[in-house]
């Protein structure tokens, strides 16, 4: 991603290949918008790699090998942006589920998970 569009993406992918594969990348121009799409494109094509949201990761796409990133501290700070004074029901949902939990809270929450996991066989 442009510098322009995301400020500060490319240093930390840099820091990331760097950290955690041990290598330092070499950009690929994608167009001056760049995009996931663009970005997977390129990965399919090119022979190159593209980092992207788990949530992409579902997609059945020709030549691409979806891999999840197993190292723990590769993680990316994202912020939420809403209109102030337009709260709906679903922003509230999102809200409250991205908000962090107390300690005992996700015990407890864990213990609850692993016992509907043994109920459905999971």
Known sequence: MPDAVVPGYNQKVVQFCRRFG???????????????????????????????????SHLGIPNVAMVPIAEKEATWDLFLVWQRGKTSGPLRALLDALRP??????????????????????
Not at 36 to 55: D, F, K, Q, T
Request: charged share 20%; aromatic share 6%.
């Open 22 to 56: 041990k290598f330092r990348p070499r950009f690929v121009s994608i167009g001056p918008a760049g995009s996931l799409a663009e970005g997977l494109v390129v990965a399919a094509n090119e022979g190159a790699i593209s980092l992207n949201p788990n949530y992409v």
């Open 101 to 122: 939990k107390p300690k005992a809270q996700l015990g407890s929450q864990k213990s609850a998970r692993a016992q509907t996991g043994q109920l459905h066989g999971e």
